[in-house]
């Protein structure tokens, strides 16, 4: 019994008395000082009124990087505290004041008007206690509406980015495979079906043979490819150099004869 007094006395005083806890005054928050000031006050919020203020002295705000600058101070995660409380009051047994749905609503509105991603949910954990305290009023309370409707809208963004990340994924899968084949089946650089990997002409083999051309290329699938290496290369610059020198050896031998052939003819018709 003794315990259950001094439960109920701790629950009485965070919920009537105004010690250790902050009367909030209505004010106008336009910098960021004023915000840093008002937010160390609000893990100091005990009271219904102080919090009824506080939540709408936030919704005043107009500046939208103020909002910003209240996640970043862990504003949402004060506030988030106080609807795992309530959801702890309820769960009891005990339903919501008239002031305590004011401030569940404030809070809903003031989540709306910041545009939460779902960092800021994780972080704050102010969507998972709107949810369990939704699921905990009852039917009859105007406020659940509020949390199902809002739960709702954070799920199906949750759902969209899941479905985004998964056609990221999937477009990074196929843009990637299709850049693999394009790769390794002859649709590289040019469209001349180069592979990237070997620097080689696909589908295409070169063939020594006896006839006139001692080179010819068979193609396959109309792609073009050339099997050369550098072996072949020099064979090539061999044959070509040694039909040059040959050619050439030929033709002076051929105008040597016949200047021989000149001189004799000349010789003898000068003797005679």
């Not at 101070?73 to 106080?82: A, F, M, N, P, Q």
């Not at 469209?191 to 696909?202: A, D, K, S, T, V």
């Not at 001692?214 to 550098?230: A, H, K, R, V, W």
Request: with cysteine; proline share 1%.
């Amino acid at each position: 019994m003794k315990k259950k007094s001094k439960k109920d006395k701790k629950e009485k005083k965070i919920y009537t008395t105004p010690e250790d806890s902050v009367e909030m005054t209505p004010e106008i928050i336009s910098t960021v000082n004023q915000l840093q000031s008002f937010i160390k006050k609000l893990p100091k919020c005990h009271t219904i009124s102080s919090r009824l203020t506080a939540t709408k002295n936030l919704l005043e705000i107009k500046n939208n990087e103020l909002y910003q600058k209240c996640i970043e101070l862990k504003g949402l995660s004060y506030l988030s505290s106080w609807l795992k409380e309530y959801k702890k009051s309820v769960a009891s047994g005990t339903d919501l004041t008239r002031d305590e749905e004011y401030i569940v609503k404030n809070i809903i509105h003031l989540c709306e008007r910041i545009h939460l991603s779902i960092n800021d949910l994780k972080t704050s954990k102010i969507g998972k206690n709107i949810n369990s305290l939704g699921k905990a009023l009852s039917e009859g309370c105007s406020v659940k509406k509020y949390c199902e409707e809002i739960v709702s809208k954070w799920r199906e963004m949750i759902e969209g980015n899941e479905n985004n990340d998964e056609n990221n994924e999937d477009n990074y899968e196929e843009n990637n495979g299709s850049q693999n084949q394009q790769n390794n089946l002859g649709g590289g650089v040019n469209g001349l079906g180069i592979n990237n990997n070997n620097n080689q002409f696909l589908n295409t083999k070169v063939k020594r043979n006896n006839n006139s051309n001692p080179f010819s290329i068979s193609t396959n699938s109309n792609n073009i490819n050339l099997n050369t290496n550098s072996n072949t290369s020099n064979k090539i610059n061999s044959i070509k150099i040694k039909t040059y020198v040959k050619n050439s050896t030929n033709l002076f031998f051929s105008l040597l004869s016949k200047i021989k052939i000149i001189v004799i003819f000349l010789k003898n018709n000068l003797i005679n």
